[in-house]
């Protein structure tokens, strides 16, 4: 499986912004649509934002529609997701992976999960 690396988080103010990048190692990533998950503490991890395979389409979550924009570079087998106006409600682990873009899930067997990268919003 692919392996993938997420980083790019931290600490920031409410109203700040971020940006997360996930590397992929492997030839089959532009194959593939991604998206960028996250998982808060006690929560069920969930699918944030996700690219079509060529990076034509986006879809996000209504939580982060307007503020989060997720973005692609199959050169380098990077995702990316830009993260503005951030709210403490926003604070997790953030992973990427493959998912099946009509139906808005993850989709095994392309990548295991990596390390995840943490985005802490706080005063």
């Known amino acids: 499986q692919v392996q993938l690396v997420e980083s790019g988080g931290g600490l920031v103010q409410p109203g700040g912004s971020l940006r997360l990048s996930c590397a992929a190692s492997?030839?089959?990533?532009?194959?593939?649509?991604m998206g960028w998950f996250r998982q808060a503490p006690g929560k069920k991890r969930e699918l944030v934002a996700a690219?079509?395979?060529?990076?034509?389409?986006?879809n996000y979550a209504d939580s982060v529609k307007g503020r989060f924009t997720i973005s692609r570079d199959n050169a380098k087998n990077t995702v990316y997701l830009q993260m503005n106006s951030l709210k403490p409600e926003d604070t997790a682990v953030y992973y990427c992976?493959?998912?099946?873009?009509?139906?808005?899930?993850?989709?095994?067997?392309?990548?295991?999960w990596g390390q995840g990268t943490q985005v802490t919003v706080s005063s």
């Open positions: 690219i079509t395979s060529a990076g034509g389409n986006t």
């Open positions: 992976n493959a998912v099946d873009f009509l139906y808005s899930e993850y989709t095994p067997g392309f990548g295991s």
């Open positions: 492997g030839r089959t990533f532009s194959s593939y649509a």
